[in-house]
């Protein structure tokens, strides 16, 4: 399936950061984005993403399919936010603008629109800071770094593992899926609700108790191996963190904590253009 | 070392997150939009009834941050968290199932069941649409209906496929070997 993004091997600032420096920016940006809804703070996180997206030479063909397929989503949320809420945007920014009768209780209000441009601008905020962080990060060196910052190895091991094995079931679900569809089980959505999940499952059964017996096997191997008999372990593919790295802490949190002032400054996290 | 965390759940964690996430592209559409039932649902409840509320939590967050991620493009972050909390209620009750011993027939099942009316019902009905006002200031009466289609969505695709999966399982488990792991 190619609309899954994965990690590709470039040389640029961003891949040379450590992985978690590019965590720790892609959650302290993800709390931001959550906790702002000030306009102008949005639009200054994406044309920043937008940059960032752009230095890391990350194509557009790596990421279009997911994107366009996320705009699909966007549209479906706002057309459900208008016609369940008209007025939410006349609620939080407290004033009503009637740009244009619709039907009768459902007028397009200037709040409205506003407010539904914000939650688009929103969720774009995030979307460029993960395609960087996915594309850019190599698995193995991202769970020694999480290991570093004191996550216990073990859970840095399941995140290794588990970024290691979704190619490898990806293969598996695509063999289990031909072979079932070979057999004559089509997938398509015209058959009835339980028939569905019936089919659904023919390809879930063989799917789930190979992975049981994968987890044995790996749990095994890594049992003889003497996994978790000390208390920490190295890793090959650890890197230490240098001063771009700091830089890059410190920008981002002066960024993230400057613009959480300035969306609280006035003691709302909206931005109002309608207030006189 | 703590023993209840053993190699196995660790392993068990990565790979049920690996499935967890591929399975994000198989959704069953019911006819309402924006709505589909998620088998990655049943394996979620199926991981969480043999390994624990532990792994279920870890997989439930780290699983649907990493496919919303994949798939997606962006994490709908108050839907992560609701996903833990029915790890986390399913998961509790694991040494009950006895899956692994065979246990799981028809008085597990109705308790498997009971069990995951309720995490759904704190998951989707209280947590995701109280998180979805919180963060991301959504009106309430949609986020409230699309929890209670979240709610329904995985009830029935829990009830139906979890439950024929963990029995089946636990069939083959228990027959396949008369002796207990030593932990």
Not at chain 1, 101 to 108: E, M, N
Not at chain 1, 205 to 212: C, E, G, Q, V
């Amino acid at each position: 399936m190619n609309r899954i993004l994965s990690y590709q091997e470039k040389n640029t600032w961003i891949h040379r950061l450590s992985g978690i420096t590019k965590l720790i920016f892609f959650l302290l940006w993800c709390i931001t984005s959550a906790m702002t809804y000030d306009t102008r703070v949005l639009l200054l996180m994406i044309l920043v993403s937008f940059i960032l997206f752009a230095v890391s030479k990350t194509e557009w063909r790596q990421v279009s399919s997911v994107f366009k397929f996320i705009a699909l989503m966007m549209v479906i949320n706002v057309i459900a936010i208008f016609l369940l809420s008209p007025y939410q945007g006349c609620e939080i920014y407290g004033s009503k603008t009637v740009m244009m009768p619709f039907f009768k209780g459902h007028d397009v209000t200037g709040e409205e629109l506003f407010y539904l441009f914000n939650v688009v601008i929103k969720y774009f905020t995030v979307t460029p800071a993960i395609f960087i962080f996915l594309v850019t990060t190599n698995p193995s060196e991202f769970a020694a770094s999480l290991n570093m910052v004191g996550i216990p190895y073990t859970i840095a091991y399941s995140v290794a593992i588990a970024l290691r094995y979704i190619p490898d079931v990806q293969g598996d679900f695509q063999r289990i899926r031909n072979a079932q569809e070979a057999r004559g089980i089509e997938m398509s959505a015209k058959a009835k609700l339980i028939e569905r999940i019936r089919r659904t499952s023919s390809i879930i059964f063989p799917l789930l108790f190979s992975t049981m017996e994968r987890i044995d096997v790996v749990s095994n191997a890594m049992e003889l191996r003497g996994f978790g008999k000390k208390r920490g372990r190295t890793w090959y593919a650890h890197k230490r963190l240098e001063a771009i790295d700091y830089i890059c802490l410190a920008l981002t949190a002066v960024f993230c904590v400057g613009a959480l002032v300035f969306t609280y400054y006035d003691g709302s996290r909206f931005y109002n253009p309608f207030a006189q | 070392m703590n023993r209840k965390f053993g190699i196995k759940e660790v392993v068990a964690i990565g790979i049920g997150t690996a499935l967890f996430v591929v399975l994000t592209q198989v959704q069953i559409p019911i006819g309402i939009p924006n709505t589909a039932l998620q088998p990655r649902m049943a394996v979620l409840a199926f991981l969480s009834a043999i390994f624990g509320p532990v792994v279920g939590a870890v997989i439930g967050l780290l699983g649907h941050a990493l496919g919303d991620a994949l798939f997606y493009g962006s994490v709908w972050w108050s839907w992560v968290f609701p996903e833990a909390v029915v790890g986390i209620g399913i998961g509790l009750c694991a040494k009950k199932f006895a899956v692994r011993e065979g246990g799981f027939t028809k008085k597990n099942i109705v308790l498997f069941n009971t069990v995951q009316v309720v995490a759904n019902a704190i998951a989707w009905i209280l947590v995701a649409p109280v998180l979805d006002i919180l963060v991301y200031a959504e009106p309430a009466n949609k986020v409230f209906l699309q929890g209670a289609f979240a709610f329904l969505g995985d009830i029935i695709i829990i009830g139906v496929l979890g439950s024929i999966l963990l029995a089946a399982y636990s069939r083959i488990a228990g027959k396949s070997s008369s002796l207990t792991k030593e932990d």
